[in-house]
């Protein structure tokens, strides 16, 4: 188990390394001198100068690529352009309402999602599959501006429910925290809870054929017992990866939605970063998250062991 | 009642011999969709048949202007006539969209050929696969843009960029489980070459689920040059593309919900419309799936 839990980690560092060398790589693909294109046209040349130290631009490339691994692997991911803050200093600050704002997401899909499946793949052909397999083409197709400002159209305009937008950290009340939350978080979760929902059901559909289901409920197991342990652990695999798979698709709407709904997290910072062509920013976000996301995959891959114990490497 | 709910798994399995034309009526889906994206795509194409006007023309008298005979949905912020947004916007987001799919099913293609014919080279692509892949798509078309400048053809270019991994993956495999099957192993026995096993026998067996990926990324491309365009890492502001419509809407939303929700309902459409002709694509194509999303 834990030879497997280090191999598996291992397995990583190359993937990862990757990743830095194509964020770093990209800067190379710019027509001209990068340092021009980041500081836009009105750019003086002490500007131009400053982004070019910035960015190490007046050393060669390899010299520069292994001077930002270093200083990465330190914790540096260098200045950014236009406040003259550390970059990773900018990233801690926005790191919460981001991370709540994922974490109530992944909640709401896997509490909506899984159980919609589970009973659409209990009851295939009925009325509720039916339904289930005509909203999923739906509500896979709904942009995520129509599940955003629609619910804020409905519950924050015109019924006044809710707040319109804004966040409010979590230690100022769960009250006030949940109530600017929800919305963006529903609204993001749209495409990911029926990612998750479909892939439950037909998970649970390939199990839900097997004998020793069918023995379970012969012998007169309750049959949400039969559903929820008997079936739903062996149908897990499948459900797990996509619920980390899906992650990705979280990280890149909070992007819009943190626009949308003025919440002052990463995607936001990004948002900034893009208008001000903060290229060390936009750096650092796109790694940092590409590393969360590499790590979550881990994880999940190292829970395939506690659902499957088969499971050995 | 217990006992009627066990589901059974379908024994009616399709015999393989009915022929394509025969399972294409049969499929609605696919229909529906193509017809509603015939429909967009006329409008994209001729929006001055449907009365648009100029889509740059600022009618700066008529800022959010209400709904009227000379503007049927009115007018945004700069005096935009909203219709003729909306058509014009169809045209960006087909556009891109469509060669956004055909760009990366023709890349991805050649990547994931490549990939499952020459060993040494397997491993090699399938890493910078995966370090690809382990980026957030949107974050990746956010530094690709940023980097290259905002403009339809980067956007185009960062959206296939992403899009080429999963499909060279997807293409890989179908073409490592075609290597194993008896056809090919006797065409290899005869003595055919390498390029003649690809042309031969490899492109036929990938394209179908190569068309039915390619129709998700059209999907996905739509999406994507939306929210870049949204979050001002897309086209120049003045292109009017729907993602660019909103962006500029985005402050007086309250006041005037139609500048998002226009824009928005028509990309909703447009998606659903791909998706569908996607779905009932594999569907037909696939009839192993059948079951599973039937």
Known sequence: MLGYVIRRALLTIPVVAIVAAIVFAMLYFTPGDPALVIAGDQA?????????????????????????????????LGVSVFTGQPVTYMIAQRLEPTLSLVVLAVLISVGVGVPAGVIAAWRQGGT??????????????????????GLAYIFATTLGWLPVQGFSPIQDGLGDFVSRLIMPAIAISMIYATLIANVTRSSMLDVLGQDYIRTAITKGVPRSQVLFR????????????????????????????????????????TVDAIMHRDYPVIQGVVLLSSIAYVLLNLIVDLTYVVFDPRVRY | MKMQAIPVPSKAKPAKAISLRRRMPGNPKVWVGAAILFCLGLAAAFPGLLGAGDPYLLDVENRLAPVSAAHPLGTDSLGRDLYTLALHGARVSLVVGFACAVLAAILGAFVGLVSASV??????????????????????????????????????????????PPVARLVRSVALSLRERPFVEAAVAAGSSLPRIVVFYFVPGIMAPLLVQATFIWAAAMMIEAALSFIGAGAPPSTPSWGNIMSAGRSLWQIKPMLIFVPAVMLFVTVMAVNLLGDGLRQWLDPRRKRQRA
């Open chain 1, 230 to 269: 008997h079936a739903l652990k062996n149908a897990a695999i499948p459900v797990i990866t996509v619920v980390g798979n899906g992650i990705g698709v979280l990280i890149g709407g909070t992007v819009i939605i943190e626009t949308i709904f003025a919440i002052p997290g990463i995607g936001r910072l």
């Open chain 2, 119 to 164: 060993r040494w080279l397997d491993p090699i692509i399938m890493r910078i696969l995966d370090g690809i892949l382990a980026i957030p798509a949107i974050m990746f078309a956010i530094l690709l843009v940023a980097v290259a400048g905002g403009s339809l053809q980067n956007v185009i270019i960062a959206v296939t960029f992403i899009e080429v």
């Open chain 1, 44 to 76: 003086t040349p002490a500007q131009i100068e400053r982004i070019r130290v910035a960015l190490h631009l007046d050393q060669p490339p390899y010299v520069r690529f292994f001077a930002w691994i270093g200083q990465f692997l330190q914790g540096d």
């Open chain 1, 128 to 149: 509720f599959d039916k339904v289930f397999v005509a909203a999923s083409t739906f509500s896979f197709s709904v942009p995520v501006f129509i599940s955003a400002y």
